[in-house]
């Protein structure tokens, strides 16, 4: 079988392209137009042999290419995206966020894991195969978008307007990180995700608290009355009609997560926390799985003096699960929050436009069972877990609503690797893990392991 | 009558001395060494007159000096601080912060009220006395801090160090604003303040809410809920305990501030505020003047990413009235907070050293009747209103302690004018106004009016 799938030699062969692509500073929430284009330009350049090339968006360029050179064969569409997030503090990073810094084993920098090395993975494995065997088993789009971290809000439109060019019968995402480092794992489902701002105004101008204490009220105090009121004290969404839609576990499905091995203890001592939490009645995986959450991502106001602010804000952001539809989810915190009295005081609550419903493919999908056979063939002896992904990946409803096409996710990365923190990485042997994965992924699924 | 008090003249020939002390940016909280010692060496230069010197203290310099020429007088000391507050956001300021700027009969710029114009009034009556007459009516201390801003740390040490030296009959400050524009007013009363923080952290780092979400408890969630906890939905403070030793308004007490004219609706429109609020059972003057407070300055955690922040953090203080124990209401707090339950987070709370009391001066006080009587002579025609200042001045009750002088406030600052906020301006009038109010008191406490 060996000679099946190309061999990749020692993954750290592919750090110093990786280190190009990460030096790249392609943060599309600062959106330098220079940096945007450079990390695209790059990406192009590495697709030469599917004619890779820009294709300009209302926003960010998409970098696309195809390789058709497999007659009869299926053809997949890969998702992946070039952008990163901002890197946060700069003295919270041990190493440059953009210089590729290899320790232990692990290769630290901004985007290393979010999405440009899962996306290196799959360029190593289609050169490979063309290096080796002079063809890859199937036929491939790609499509690498510059725009995932602040919500892809160019993507429906550039997709529908090109639907012909991206046809595919399955998409595979680069992005979507698998759970854990211990086992592999495939996902089935991805969260949805709702987000709001709220914005709490008081007076025309911070007032002394001295000169003006007690005659007004402060716009902090009703921000934190309103926070207060989205849970109850115990952990669960107190808005009135969020969980509407969302079925009750069933007896197999806490069985399936119960089966699964999970540390309590240890998750908690990794990140630090003093003790678990969450909404009662549920295990931590089924809360992290399969229940809708409701966070407050940020506050602001005021400062160190001694004012009343004039103004107080909140970023709320949901994480939803089937069931649920996201404007339905948003009216009803809105209604919440504007029912709640606030005397003195005026309470803006304004929804992000973009909202995504969960994702979900079934675990019996061909697609599903390619990946599971794919992970065997690289981690042999390791059961192969059906994992979720508790974050957002819009792009996989999107595709199967203008595609008609599932997405598989087939990404790794790996969730702890500090993904939107400082101190980003990917382990890099993931990177040969990746290809040797996405080479068997794409063999099974050109049909010809089959 | 008009000869017993120097001539001032037309107060804008005094705007370029003010500008000049204007444009030095003597902010404490941002403690530029340079900065503070130039504007110490400022005012020591106007005080020529009075032996004009600086005296190193653990932080910033006090710049003292005396006019001990009469003999058989009383001795007031002079108080006020040449320090101000950051100017926050530069691009809310329609002026350069440290640039005095004339508009409509204000003189704008930070520190131009609080307080380097009321200072600039006593140097000039000062000057106009000697120059005019050679002579003040009283014997003259000064004593002016650059820590005031950031709580006085040095000055309770410094004072009992130096105690023989200021010693006075009164102290008079020229800190402390009148309460408004539209008539005389002289303070019986301070309002105490004390300040507390709360850290509530969970991870050690901020936490994707997707790869996370449902696992851990959110630090903002548990800070609204303590900062909601701190007051009742009409606007009591709900802290047990907080209240203790607050004497319940007395008939007469009423019925002096219900005769004091307020227009609620002006004072709103004036605020930008679509309506007052505060602790029900109490007319708006009587929160303002006779009722503690207790608010959350600031607030901060996250962002606007989908993180769950591992940091929230907030800023509280309290204004007290007479009655109230600085300590013992921090603790009534800490106890109150303490006592919340917030499971898989940390919750810290310290409360700033320096915590100070309320003060009075009794209104049948001479030092009071003289005020009353100088700004009579300024404002004819006018009442002069007995107020209260919401605001704390803690070095009157240090006075009180270290030298047994009460301390008279006598400022021409309004409380309107921008203090501690962008744009703050003193109206021009006043200072010609004070400068002849300032003659007028010392006359009288000189006993030569008497």
Redesign the interface.
């Known amino acids: 079988m060996a000679g099946d799938v190309p061999s990749f030699g020692d993954p750290t062969r592919y750090l110093p392209e990786l280190a190009e692509f990460v030096a790249i500073p392609s943060v599309s929430r600062e959106s330098d137009p220079g940096a945007m284009r450079a990390a695209a330009r790059w990406l192009a350049g590495q697709l030469s042999f599917a004619d890779g090339r820009l294709i300009p968006t209302d926003g960010n360029p998409v970098v696309t290419g195809e390789w058709h050179g497999a007659p009869g064969a299926p053809t997949v569409l890969v998702y992946g995206h070039y952008d990163v ?1 901002p890197t ?1 503090e700069l003295a919270e990073w041990r190493t440059p966020p953009f210089e590729l810094t290899i320790e232990d084993g692990r290769a630290y920098g901004r985007g290393a894991t979010d999405d440009k090395g899962p996306i290196l993975v799959v360029l190593k494995t289609a050169q490979a195969y063309l290096r080796q065997f002079g063809a890859l088993p199937l036929n491939v789009r790609f499509l690498f978008e510059g725009e995932e971290e602040i919500g892809s809000p160019n993507l429906p439109a550039f997709l529908r307007r090109h639907a012909g060019q991206f046809a595919a019968d399955l998409v595979i995402s680069a992005d979507g ?1 698998q ?1 854990r480092a211990s086992e592999p794992s495939v996902s089935v489902a ?2 949805g ?1 709702i ?1 709001l701002d709220i914005r709490v105004t ?17 716009p ?2 009703t ?3 309103l ?5 109850t ?1 115990d ?1 669960r969404v107190a808005v009135p009609g969020f969980y509407q839609g969302v079925a009750e576990l069933s007896a197999p499905q806490r069985a399936e997560l119960a089966a699964i091995s999970f540390d309590d203890a240890a ?1 908690a001592a990794e ?9 009662p009645g549920y295990s ?1 995986l089924e ?2 799985w399969l ?1 809708p ?1 409701l ?15 004039h103004v ?1 804000t ?2 709320v ?1 949901g ?1 939803l699960v089937p069931g649920q539809r996201p404007a339905a989810v948003l009216e009803a915190i809105r209604a919440h929050l504007s029912g709640a ?1 606030a ?4 309470v803006e609550v304004t929804a992000e436009p973009g909202g995504a419903a969960a994702y979900t493919i079934d675990p019996g999908h061909p697609a599903i069972t390619a990946a599971r056979t794919a992970l065997a063939a690289v981690y042999p002896g390791q059961q192969v877990i059906l994992a979720r ?4 990946l819009p792009a996989a409803a999107l595709f199967e609503e203008v595609l008609g096409a599932k997405t598989l996710f087939f990404s790794f990365s790996t ?1 702890d690797e ?5 101190n980003e990485y990917i382990r890099v042997r993931r990177l040969g893990e990746g290809m040797r994965a996405w080479a068997h992924l794409w063999r099974l699924l050109g049909g010809q392991l089959a």
């Open positions: 997030q946060g990180a759970w991805s969260k995700l987000a008081g007076a025309s101008r911070d007032l002394h608290s001295g000169r003006y204490g007690g005659t007004v009220q402060n902090v105090h921000l934190a009355r926070l207060a009121g989205l849970h004290s952990g998750y990140l630090g926390v003093p003790a678990l939490f969450g909404e931590t809360r992290l229940r959450t966070e407050v991502n940020g506050i602001e106001g005021g400062g160190r003096y001694t004012v009343i602010p107080a909140a970023h952001t994480r009295a005397p003195g005081v005026r992904i508790g974050g957002t969730a500090m993904l939107h923190a400082p």
